[in-house]
């Protein structure tokens, strides 16, 4: 007999997913409501409002897109734009060429810019290319967890506003970790993830939809026959996805409570409880406290001996990578930390693969605990390759940072 799922108890110090708070989890567990008992629709309104305050925005349209944060990055791409557009990627990592991917499956006549991976870029140089291409969306990742960079989105949404582009942003890695300023910085429209910053497991992309965005959704709204009614007229181009349609999906969460999918329950669980501990412990804080122990843990690697890949004064705050020394190998170094201490640390990607690991300090992780284990596991593993780390140095340079 098959016997109940009885996963091996492991610390997550990856790029994401990392280890759940224990209090979304037990969330989760909460038994299920009909999907239009009035229960269920208020804690949906009230899920929207939490959200709205960890993406610091006023805009009606913020909720849950079911699926991960790829859902909510496709559902801002297909219902934005339309075959034909222009879109501009500016690409310094894995996550900018996803973008770019996704926005030429909706059709779009993409335009890339690009910096070497360990970089980000100025303003004037997405202006210049805004200047150049005249797209109607921008589309930008705010954190790339494939290079730990985090773009500086502050005067973006301003110079798209000017020339009259777009501007989306995938937050999905940096959000509640990092400064994030919805309306400040003028996004027009952002997506993010449960599994790195906020705390929770993949599977659901919250989403905020600014009105110059909504506008243009809206203008593309069909509603399906059996649920449509006599005032529904179709408008604009249709958005090829059905699932992803956000023009029927704001219906569903607005008044109207349009029945179009039915909302993930469970999920929906989770992802307010992700978002009311972050509210609960402040938004401040927590990129404090996800600034303080990415902190502890660069020192730490420093403090071993490492070194650190990418232009540091740009990193996200919750993610590093650490160039694997020479003489060792990276996958099996991984390995060993997995099955000797139960830690998970993370891979790389192409131009990185085998030259860094990407360790994690967030969401429940950030904390000092699971920073001082896991630098304390690694000098182990790394001596094991005969590697001369400086010994207590990891630990020493983080108690550091702490004291
Ligand atoms: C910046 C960024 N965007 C998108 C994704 C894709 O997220 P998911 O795997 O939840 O679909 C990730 C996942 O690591 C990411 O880091």
Request: hydrophobic share 40%; glycine share 12%.
């Amino acid at each position: 007999m098959t016997s109940q799922v009885n996963p091996p108890p492991r610390l997550l110090m990856g790029p994401g997913p990392v280890t759940a708070d224990p209090r979304v989890l037990r969330a989760m567990s909460a038994h299920l409501v009909g999907q239009f008992d009035p229960w269920m629709t208020d804690t949906m309104t009230e899920t929207m409002g939490l959200y709205r305050d960890v993406f610091r925005t006023a805009n009606e349209q913020t909720f849950l897109v079911d699926g991960t944060s790829r859902a909510g990055i496709e559902a801002a791409l297909v219902s934005l734009v339309e075959p034909g557009d222009r879109v501009l990627v500016p690409v310094f990592g894995r996550f900018g060429h996803l973008l770019t991917e996704i926005a030429a499956r909706c059709g779009a006549e993409v335009h890339t810019i690009e910096v070497p991976w360990g970089e980000v870029f100025a303003p004037e140089a997405v202006e210049d290319a805004v200047r150049a291409v005249r797209p109607k969306a921008v589309a930008v990742v705010q954190g790339d967890t494939s290079t730990t960079m985090c773009q500086p989105l502050a005067d973006l949404g301003e110079i798209c506003r000017r020339h009259d582009a777009l501007l989306y942003c995938d937050a999905t890695a940096s959000l509640g970790g990092n400064d994030f300023e919805m309306d400040a910085w003028g996004l027009d429209v952002a997506t993010a993830g449960l599994q790195k910053c906020l705390g929770g497991p993949s599977g659901s992309a919250p989403i905020s939809i600014g009105d110059r965005a909504v506008a243009v959704i809206d203008a593309r709204k069909h509603v399906e026959a059996g649920i449509r009614s006599d005032d529904d007229e179709d408008l604009g181009a249709r958005i090829a996805s059905n699932y992803l349609d956000l023009a029927q999906v704001m219906d569903y969460w607005g008044p109207r409570r349009l029945n179009h999918h039915t909302e993930a329950t469970t999920m929906l669980y989770g992802a307010r409880e992700c978002a009311r501990l972050l509210v609960e412990e402040g938004l401040d804080a927590a990129v404090a406290r996800h600034a303080r122990h990415g902190r502890a843990m660069l020192e730490g690697v420093r403090g071993l001996g490492l070194g650190v890949f990418g232009d540091v004064t740009h990193k996200m705050h919750n993610v590093v990578a650490v160039e694997i020394p020479d003489g060792v190998d990276g996958d099996k170094a991984r390995t060993a930390l997995l099955e000797d201490f139960g830690i998970e640390i993370g891979t790389s990607f192409g131009p990185l693969h085998g030259r860094v690991w990407r360790i994690g300090t967030m969401g429940y992780n950030a904390r000092k605990d699971a920073v001082l284990v896991t630098l304390a596991a690694l000098e182990q593993v790394l001596r094991g390759y005969g590697v001369p780390v400086t010994a207590g140095g990891g630990v020493g340079a983080a108690r550091e940072v702490y004291a």
